[in-house]
Structure formats: structure tokens, C-alpha cells
């Protein structure tokens, strides 16, 4: 069946060197600003753009089938996506699947988030490779109107997410409890009764199957805003804390999350983090963070476990990383990411303190990684 040919495109994405691409909008009408990346992932397209980790960024999927499995409530990692917005390669079909509640179209129109369709993503893919991950403006006008100069101004001055702390935006307004285990045939979401460990997770961005995954393995947990202090966390008299991934610059949200690391060690309690979190443990270990030039955005991406010379394929979000060339005499490299050779995981010697760049709660693997929860649990049974 021929596609859909709209004389006119509605939609357009400026960057800021001034290339534009043309193409057909759909979800809501209006311009946005963002740093763009590529997502290599083939499926989780609604877990991306709900990953609270994406804020201030726009997503470009390589996967060309986008929206053909639709949304449904059960797969947001947040109830709001936090994606600015999305560059697929058409526009989305019928959705297609027994869980499909909405269509993606209609679900981003709700939810304000911009989307552009058409786009040639393997072009654009080389532009983000070749320069970075660029600079952008994208907007949505259903007559076709654009401001071209106007455009690549507004990509010209966004700010960049160096320096940027936007944990502070999406963590929770308050602290709260959670039982949620992940997901299985045919029950879907149960609730854990059986909790063995306290565990306090500090929300930097939290995706939810993280909250799950730690339930699963035994934790009773309790979600404390970015804000919390080492005070904060220790009045909960925990079995173990867990740091949370996160959009923006690791030492950017370190200044005020560092202080409550080194108070939470000096403690010694055991300590688990996960991407933002892995990052800001490096930070708060006198390690140093740097930005990569487009990143690690995928489902596919092999990770290699020194210590015992699995490698495992895992999910990966993160335009920030630990310098392993930093890292003190004390800490660990334990994981390698085997498409670069970038630092994937750390850990404390002789101490039940480590974290991973990765994401251990998704699931391409597809369970691959699940292990590093059962040894946070285990390192809390001790
Ligand atoms: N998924 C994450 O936690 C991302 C961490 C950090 N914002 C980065 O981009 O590297």
C-alpha cells in the first residue's frame, strides 16, 4: 500500500548548524528544544520515551516500525513521558498487539510531546554520529509553517545538558512505599509480601522496573526524593540504599546527591547504583565524569563482566561516563562496554558497594543482567 503523501510537510527539525529535515508531525502541535540522540532499540519505544532519564533530549529511533504495537498503561517507566520528543522514520501504523490500549499518535498528543515522521533517521543518524549529539529544534505545524531562521536560533541557544541538573524536575514530590514485582504470564503485576531487606531508593529519575526489580529481589523499598540528605536516608534505618538512574549531568545533580553518597558510605551500608546513580557513586568516590560524543542509546549493547568474563546484552541510556581513568586506588572496574571500551560498572574492594552504567531492569537480554539485583539483595542478607 502506497504511504500516505502529504503535499506539504508539517513538521520540521532544525539543528543547529543549520541542516534541516522535513517531514510529517503527529502527537501535539508546537516547537520544542533539545539535545538529539539515536536509539538503536527495536521494541520498548513507549519504556524509552517514558524513561525519565531522556529529559531535555529528543529520540531518534533507527528502528524504522515505530507505533505498531501502540501503548498501553502497564509499560510507562513514569506516568508522564519525559522524551521531548521523538524523529521516527514513518509515521506509525494501526497499533497491533493484544496489549495495545491507545495509539502512540493520540498518547503523545495528550501528553504534549512533538513528534516528526519521514525522516531519512539513517542520515540523521550519521549527522549525530559525525557531530555529536547535535542541538535541536523541532516543530509541529499542521499547516506547514515554519520559521526557518527562527528555528535553528531556538537550537543555537539551547543551553546543552552539560552543567544541566534535571534530576531535581522529575524525582518525586514526596517519599512513598514499593511492593510492584515485575511483570509475569498470565498474572501481570504482583505485589511482595515476603520482603526481607529495607531498602532506601533515592529517585534521581526513577524508572519504575527498577522499583520493581528490587521488590523482586526481596526489598522492601522506600522512594526518597533527589533532595534527601544522608540523614534522611539513615532516619529509615535501612538494610541497603539504592541510587536511581537520571536525566542530566552527573556532577551537576553531585553537588547536593555527593554529600548524601559519602554520608550513606560512611555509614557502611551496602549501596547499589544504576546509571545516574553509578555515575554519581564514581563522583562521590573522587572519580570523574565526562560527556561522550553521542552516547550509548539501545537494546543491543554487549557489556562485558570482568570479574567473571560473561558478556551480557544489555540496555543502555547514557550521554555521560565514568573516566576509568579516574577511578581512586580502592575502586574496581568491573564492567566494560565491549562496543568502546567506556567504564560500565564499578565496585568498592572488599565492600559491598558497587554500580553499573547499564540498565539491569530492562530486558534484552532478556534477563541477562538481572543478577547485580539478587547480589544487592544478597550483600544485604550478609
Ligand atoms: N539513564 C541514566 O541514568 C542517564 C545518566 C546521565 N543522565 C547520562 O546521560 O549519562
Redesign the pocket.
Known amino acids: 500500500m502506497a504511504q500516505a503523501s502529504t503535499p506539504r510537510p508539517t513538521a520540521c527539525l532544525a539543528l543547529a548548524d543549520g541542516s534541516l529535515f522535513y517531514g510529517y508531525g503527529f502527537g501535539a502541535v508546537g516547537v520544542t528544544t533539545a539535545e538529539l540522540c539515536f536509539n538503536t532499540a527495536m521494541t520498548g519505544y513507549q519504556e524509552i520515551m517514558t524513561?525519565p532519564?531522556y529529559a531535555g533530549q529528543i529520540v531518534t529511533f533507527t528502528f524504522p516500525h515505530i507505533g505498531n504495537t501502540g501503548v498501553n498503561i502497564e509499560d510507562d517507566e513514569t506516568a508522564e513521558p519525559v522524551a521531548e520528543g521523538m524523529v521516527v522514520k514513518w509515521d506509525p501504523t494501526e497499533p497491533s498487539n493484544w496489549r495495545a490500549q491507545e495509539h502512540l499518535t493520540s498518547w503523545l498528543a495528550r501528553r504534549g510531546r512533538i513528534a516528526i515522521g519521514g525522516i531519512d533517521t539513517r542520515r540523521l543518524t550519521r549527522a549525530i554520529r559525525q557531530q555529536g549529539a547535535p542541538h535541536v529544534a523541532l516543530a509541529h505545524d499542521p499547516n506547514g509553517k515554519f520559521d526557518v531562521e527562527a528555528l535553528v536560533g531556538r537550537a543555537r541557544s539551547f543551553a546543552g545538558?552539560e552543567g544541566m541538573d534535571?534530576a531535581k524536575d522529575v524525582t518525586c514530590a514526596q517519599s512513598y512505599r514499593w511492593d510492584e514485582m515485575r511483570w509475569a504470564w498470565p498474572e501481570g503485576y504482583l505485589r511482595q509480601t515476603d520482603a526481607r531487606h529495607k531498602v532506601v531508593a533515592v529517585d534521581?529519575?526513577a524508572k519504575r522496573n527498577i522499583l520493581r526489580c528490587l521488590a523482586s529481589a526481596g526489598c522492601d523499598v522506600t522512594v526518597l526524593p533527589a533532595s534527601a540528605t544522608a540523614e534522611d536516608v539513615l532516619a529509615h534505618s535501612p538494610d541497603g540504599v539504592f541510587l536511581?538512574?537520571?536525566?542530566?549531568?552527573?556532577a551537576a545533580t553531585g553537588k547536593y546527591a555527593v554529600p548524601m553518597i559519602q554520608g550513606v558510605l560512611e555509614a557502611g551500608l551496602p549501596l547499589f547504583g544504576?546509571?545516574?546513580?553509578h555515575?554519581m557513586l564514581a563522583l562521590a568516590l573522587g572519580a570523574q565524569t565526562i560527556k561522550?560524543n553521542h552516547?550509548h542509546h539501545g537494546a543491543n549493547h554487549p557489556v562485558k563482566d570482568l570479574e567473571t568474563g560473561k558478556v551480557e546484552i544489555t540496555s543502555m541510556?547514557?550521554?555521560?561516563?565514568v573516566d576509568s581513568q579516574t577511578l581512586p586506588t580502592g575502586v574496581v572496574e568491573t564492567h566494560v562496554s565491549l562496543f568502546d571500551g567506556s567504564n560500565c560498572g564499578i565496585r568498592i574492594k572488599d565492600r559491598p558497594v558497587f554500580s553499573v552504567q547499564h540498565?539491569p531492569e530492562a530486558s534484552p537480554g532478556p534477563q541477562d543482567s538481572f543478577y547485580l539485583f539478587e547480589r544487592f539483595a544478597a550483600s544485604m542478607a550478609k
Open positions: 524513561d532519564s545538558l534535571l534521581y529519575g536511581s538512574n537520571g536525566p542530566g549531568d552527573p544504576i546509571c545516574l546513580g555515575q561522550m552516547g541510556n547514557h550521554g555521560f561516563a540498565h
